[in-house]
């Protein structure tokens, strides 16, 4: 049964109701637009009321209503963007360690980048059919992807299996058997970095399955804002890159406590500094006899002369030594000074502080 459209009349559109959550909207023409009867399996659009600036009720198609996320993308300011991306920066060393260790083979790691993307940018830059560990952590509720590049994938999994751990042909697919090597890793991964954070409650991973579509991530909404961390990773004569996504609204609770975990420090340490500045003298100590070394460094001899040195021998300095004296307390070099006499004694007279 075929039909045209009118092009005098008014045509609505509605959603094709059958696509997958998250996936790109199809629109078809409504012929109950024009009053007549749906098409065979369908049903007229809703219609949903809405009020009008001027407070007149008007019913608009439900296709017309559009959901928009309203604010920031991100929740952190550029500071804790930075100290967010330094303390991955650190994890990611130790992680490295700790990976290595369980696979018996070195594999670096490196943090790229970190920024904010949403769901459907994000899918347009990585791209389909990829091997992403989806996982929640607790008791955040965040669910995210930790995407492992497939030649990494492999090798990893070559390496658990025995192998050298050299690349391998990144075209087949991953069986079964490697998928849970992987997974495997995943999950040692994900501890690490749930522990690192010392948040108030002990986070905790749990792996929930593996997706090939990044559409497919659970969200609210394609629109839904996510910490993109891209990783470096080179294990043999592979090299690729890990993905980690975190959502945004999910880890606040984690970068609240992060922001005042340092601001705690900072004020820990200025007090620290504040009490060093201001401490009280004890007189008890007045009498300790401290150990002063007052010295020259990087005087040179001839090593014909150095054979032949004899008790008595003088070793001429350059005059301009006398204002360069060392002065040593616990074996550190503490003032420069100048050499001179005081009372019939040889004596120092301190010129400044040393500037190594």
Same mark, same amino acid.
């Given at each position: ?86 303390? /991955? ?27 904010? #993307? ?7 830059? +990585? ?20 995407? +492992? ?23 087949? #697919? ?13 999950? +040692? ?20 399955? /593996? ?15 996510? @910490?993109?961390?891209? +990783? ?41 500094? @504040? ?11 007045? %009498? ?21 040195? %004899? ?11 006398? /204002? ?10 503490? @003032? ?21």
């Amino acid at each position: 049964m075929s039909w045209r459209i009118d092009p005098n009349s008014e045509v609505r559109l509605f959603r094709d109701m059958t696509s997958p959550v998250g996936a790109p909207v199809g629109f078809a023409d409504d012929p109950a637009g024009e009053g007549g009867e749906a098409p065979e399996g369908g049903s007229p659009e809703e219609s949903i009321p809405v009020h009008r600036p001027d407070g007149t009720l008007e019913d608009v198609p439900a296709s017309a209503i559009h959901t928009f996320t309203v604010g920031k993308q991100a929740s952190m300011s550029s500071t804790e963007v930075h100290r967010f991306q330094k303390q /991955n920066a650190l994890l990611l060393r130790s992680l490295s360690s700790r990976l290595s260790l369980f696979l018996r083979s070195e594999l670096m790691l490196e943090q790229v980048s970190l920024e904010v #993307t949403d769901l459907g940018r994000f899918s347009k830059e +990585i791209g389909h059919d990829r091997h992403m560990v989806l996982f929640k952590l607790h008791p955040l509720e965040a669910i995210g992807a930790l995407d +492992i590049a497939k030649p990494l994938g492999l090798t990893i999994a070559d390496r658990m299996l025995g192998g050298k751990g050299f690349a391998v042909n990144p075209d087949r #697919t991953i069986r079964e058997v490697e998928t849970a090597l992987i997974d495997q890793v995943a999950q +040692i991964f994900l501890r690490e970095w749930a522990k690192f954070w010392n948040f108030e409650e002990p986070l905790r991973a749990t792996l929930l399955g /593996n997706e090939s579509d990044p559409t497919h991530i659970p969200a609210a909404s394609m629109e839904e804002t996510f @910490y993109h961390i891209t +990783i470096d990773a080179e294990m043999g004569d592979c090299v690729a890159q890990v993905q980690m996504l975190l959502p945004v609204r999910g880890l606040e609770p984690l970068l609240r406590h992060l922001a005042q975990q340092t601001h705690s420090g900072t004020e820990d340490e200025e007090e620290e500094n @504040y009490e060093v500045e201001h401490v009280k003298w004890k007189h008890m100590y007045d %009498k300790v006899k401290v150990p002063l070394v007052a010295q020259w460094t990087d005087l040179t001899i001839l090593t014909r002369e150095l054979l032949h040195l %004899k008790e008595g021998d003088i070793i001429p300095i350059d005059p301009k030594r006398l /204002n360069q004296v060392e002065v040593q307390l616990a074996g550190m070099t503490k @003032y420069t000074g100048s050499l001179g006499s005081l009372d019939k004694k040889t004596a120092v007279q301190i010129r400044e502080t040393f500037k190594p």
